[in-house]
Every structure is written in structure tokens, then in C-alpha cells.
């Protein structure tokens, strides 16, 4: 997701509160730089690319070969200045995405969930928020879209233990966004035809910052 206008400590398992929820709060700085220094920057895929438009395939495998996957998914991230990446849109059709992204109180998150799957919420619980939502796979686009200001998503760490996420606000989102990647849609896929054509509209007037791969 676009932002808006090893050891245990360094690999990222992290501990639990008293709800089972992970605590994705503490030393983000650390482990963020931990997998990121040992990943290597990809390029991004963008919309079109088919790999983006499909469900990616569930993890079953859990070891250095995901571990360095999501490395570069940390890598990658960070050079596109990201708060949110799943593993299609460096061109691997693997449901895993990697979050660092603050919350609207400013807490900032950092994160890896695999095979993830957002929990459905009780009517009452969806406060809807509409605000701008980005995406490093349609660069320089913005468009406002409505989705839950809470979200939870269960899935598994990067060693295979279930987990379950939590977010409010703009980490909701984030959440949501990525979740829906590793299912083969995009954020623009679920605006308006007028808006969707809006926002490819400014992507194909604007150049991105980062490196992408381009459609053929």
C-alpha cells in the first residue's frame, strides 16, 4: 500500500497479548531493519500485470526460502516508501505481505503475516471511513474508498505459528488492502468505473519514484 500524500529478534516473531493478538508495536525500527538489510530491493509489479489478478497460492513451506522472500518484500517496501507490500506485487504468487504503517494515533506497526484472512465483522462493528487509499501497484494514483475504520486478519508468522492482526484506522486499511492483493484485487477494483478510470488516469500521467515492471 501507498503511503498518503537470523535471530528471533531480527526475523520478526513477535510476542502476543493477553487477547492472542500480536504485539506489532515494540522495536519496529529494529526489525524492520533487520530483514530489510538482508533483503534486495525488487521492482514493483503495476496493474495489468496478471500476476496481480489472481489468488496467489497458500504457504505450506516455511524456511529460508520464505524468509528471503520476505526480506526483499522488507527491501522492496522501503524503496518504494511503503507501508504495506504483498508478495505479488514483486512478481510471487505466494499469499505473505509485510506491513510497517502507523496507525491514525501515529503507532507505528511492523509486521509479516502468511496466508492471511480478513474476520468478517458484525454489522455493528463497520464504521466506515473514505478516506484516500494508494497503492505501489497503481503509482501516483489516489481515490477515496470506504472500508472498515477496525480490522482483523489471522494467518501465520513467517515460522508457520498462527497469529492473529489487529488495526484501526489508516492500519486497517493497510491490512485490508493487502489482504485483498494476495486475492487477486486491487483497491481500484472495488471503486466506482468513473473513479477507477480517474485513477488510472493519474498513474498514466505521472512517473513513479520507484523502479516497476512494465507490462508488455
Known sequence: MAQQDTDQQHAGVLPVDDEGYVVDTEDCEERETGWRERG???????????????????????GPELEELIADMFASQRTAEGV??????????????????????????????????????????????DSNEGCLSVPTAYAPLARPDYA????????GNPIKVRGTGYFARCLQHETDHLYGYLYIDRLSKRDRKDALRQMAENEPRYDVVAND
Do not use: M, W
Not at 496493474?47 to 489472481?54: E, F, I, R, S, W
Not at 510471487?92 to 509486521?111: A, E
Open 40 to 62: 534486495t530491493s525488487r521492482p514493483i509489479t503495476v496493474v495489468g500485470n496478471p500476476v496481480l489478478h489472481k489468488e496467489c497460492a497458500d504457504v505450506t513451506e516455511f
Open 84 to 129: 504495506g507490500l504483498a508478495a505479488n506485487q514483486i512478481g510471487v504468487s505466494r499469499k505473505v505481505f509485510v506491513y510497517d504503517c502507523p496507525d491514525d494515533d501515529g503507532v507505528r506497526h511492523t509486521g509479516v503475516v502468511v496466508n492471511p484472512r480478513l474476520v468478517e465483522l458484525p454489522a455493528a462493528a463497520r464504521r466506515l471511513d
Open 152 to 159: 482483523e486478519v489471522t494467518g501465520q508468522d513467517e515460522k
